[in-house]
């Protein structure tokens, strides 16, 4: 084409301009979560359909989140507590008594 440079946009929606087909979709399924309950179906279906709902929640939620640069968000994982045989708690590789204490 004359005139035009490498990567130059001719015609269509301006960058960062929302598409509309996508935007009609969102009112109708926002339209349809009002008519069929609201909240108390989305409730229902936090029990009833866990997976699905979680779907939902992982969509709905930020991508980024933001701390304070100077104390880091710091996320722990915590699927079972560990314990020695006597009952302590294995924390970090170290025993460590009921009362919180490292023991030797």
């Known amino acids: 084409m004359p005139g035009s440079k490498p990567g130059e946009r001719r015609g269509g929606r301006k960058k960062g301009t929302p598409n509309k087909f996508n935007a009609d979709i969102k009112g109708m399924i926002i339209g ?57 708690v294995v924390v970090n590789g170290q025993t460590k008594a009921a009362n919180g204490h490292a023991r030797a």
């Open 32 to 88: 349809a979560l009002s008519k069929g309950g609201g909240e108390k179906w989305l409730v229902r279906q936090m029990t009833e359909n866990p997976v699905a709902f979680m779907g939902l929640v992982g969509r709905v939620l930020p991508l980024t989140i933001a701390g304070d640069p100077t104390a880091p968000i710091s996320i722990h994982i915590v699927t079972s507590v560990p314990r020695a045989t006597d009952g302590a």
